[in-house]
T-cell receptor, first 113, second 115 residues
Framework: GNSVTQMEGPVTLSEEAFLTINCTYTATGYPSLFWYVQYPGEGLQLLLKATKADDKGSNKGFEATYRKETTSFHLEKGSVQVSDSAVYFCALSDRHTGNQFYFGTGTSLTVIP | DTEVTQTPKHLVMGMTNKKSLKCEQHMGHRAMYWYKQKAKKPPELMFVYSYEKLSINESVPSRFSPECPNSSLLNLHLHALQPEDSALYLC??????????????FGPGTRLTVL
């Protein structure tokens, strides 16, 4: 079946530090992969996505590369800011299994000045 | 524009009340979703409407009743809820076009408290 395993949090970093949040997946077909961000008291916002192997999604300084060989989609940012403090969810969707979304457990990030 | 709107933002209701949550999108999307999210957890899928027909009901109790009056609107009718139903209720939509990655776009949510 389909599932997403995400790095446990919480993660606390100093401003300008390098961020990596690990995400691995299992899928029966050829999924699309997503990172969503949820700021306190808000809904989920699409951060970036990749639809096939070796695609790189990027947005607002965040990047993630779809690695089929390692079934991974790790989120990275070179220099985090206080405003990046939020919960990050990795997710997959597979057209061949009804487009249902499978979410990881979420990783809480706190960036301190 | 990738905006999904939800009203109300906050709702407090007693266990005997009837209330409704509303969701609207004007992106021409043909699939709409209701999720329930508890604190520090990922969203849990409740219902999916595809082309205005209910396609998925994830064994949700009958005290939650979805309705899709047209392709832009989605309602969730609430009746006789329990305190454990207190959560953030999220609406999402996606295009459901063949051959296109089906990205879901979420609204800001309704924070529901059941007393």
């Amino acid at each position: 079946g389909n599932s997403v395993t995400q790095m446990e949090g919480p993660v606390t970093l100093s401003e300008e530090a390098f961020l990596t949040i690990n995400c691995t997946y299992t899928a029966t077909g050829y999924p699309s992969l997503f990172w969503y961000v949820q700021y306190p008291g808000e809904g989920l916002q699409l951060l970036l996505k990749a639809t096939k192997a070796d695609d790189k999604g990027s947005n607002k300084g965040f990047e993630a590369t779809y690695r089929k060989e390692t079934t991974s989609f790790h989120l990275e940012k070179g220099s985090v800011q206080v405003s990046d403090s939020a919960v990050y969810f990795c997710a997959l969707s597979d057209r061949h299994t009804g487009n249902q979304f499978y979410f990881g457990t979420g990783t809480s990030l706190t960036v301190i000045p | 524009d990738t905006e999904v709107t939800q009203t109300p933002k906050h709702l407090v209701m007693g266990m005997t009340n009837k209330k409704s949550l509303k969701c609207e999108q004007h992106m021409g999307h043909r699939a709409m979703y209701w999720y329930k999210q508890k604190a520090k957890k990922p969203p849990e899928l409740m219902f999916v409407y595809s082309y205005e027909k209910l396609s998925i009901n994830e064994s949700v109790p009958s005290r939650f009743s979805p309705e899709c009056p047209n392709s832009s609107l989605l309602n969730l009718h609430l009746h006789a809820l329990q305190p454990e139903d207190s959560a953030l209720y999220l609406c999402a939509s996606s295009s459901r076009l063949a051959g296109i990655t089906d990205t879901q776009y979420f609204g800001p949510g309704t924070r529901l408290t059941v007393l």
